[in-house]
């Protein structure tokens, strides 16, 4: 048996193992049957934990619910370095993704600022299929074209402005962004209204589990594309399902400073066996 732990940020849920000390080859099979939320323990997203190195506490690797790895997820990103922070009794910790090296700290009251690294903004670093203006380019669905803009936060995103994100047909157009062909490695597909100053509601689809609660990289994103749009300033509040989020986009160097909470659900025992 594997334990686990049962981990959220904002709603969006991960199962969270520790590879620290003996390997777990996790298979993508395996991934997707402990995230299905009938036969499997349930998640947007799997995480495991590994070793460090000379720059980071630990590594992570993440596997979304359809069994695809994916390069970052700043709420899984905050959910550990919740637990390394309290395990080492540290203030601050840093952590190696495929998007980048993350550091993290602890800002009181349960929450947990990480740095997301800098944006990127250049259409091949997204990457796009072809040369865009990523602040504002009208991406073509069928029958319609929407105003849209694109963010790397370590992983892709589309943010798509809308007057009221409560209304956006999310799981309509979600999955059709994804997999459009401006998008080679697929996206995360964001649902952003402006709704006061320097506040923004937002609701996702993200890339290999569909709509979730929250989402910690497209929050960076959205903040971004608003603030590179001249829809608010570089400091905002972001509203998903699942919570709020407070972004700043650092005007020093560029880098994306994430704020939210982190929560454990409980521990358990899993046979990986079953999910080969």
Known sequence: MTAFLKMHGLGNDFVVFDA???AIPLTPAQAR???DRHFGIGCDTVVLIGPGGAEADASLRFFNADGGEVESCGNATRCVARLLMDERGLARVKLA???GLLA???AGRGLVEADMGPARLEWNEIPLAEAVDTRNFALPLEGQSLPASAVS???PHCVIFVPDAEKAPVAALGPRIETHPLFPQRVNAEFV???GENRLRMRVWE?????????????????VAAARLGKTGRNVEVVLDGGSLRIEWRESDGHVIMTGPAVTVFRGHVDLRQFA
């Open 153 to 155: 936060m370590g992983n």
């Open 193 to 195: 209204s402006v709704t």
């Open 20 to 22: 620290r000390d003996a």
């Open 33 to 35: 049957g402990i995230a």
């Open 104 to 106: 993290c700290t602890d």
């Open 207 to 223: 890339r290999g589990a569909g709509i979730t609660l929250a989402c910690g990289t497209g929050a960076c994103a959205a903040a």
């Open 97 to 99: 993704t495929r998007g």
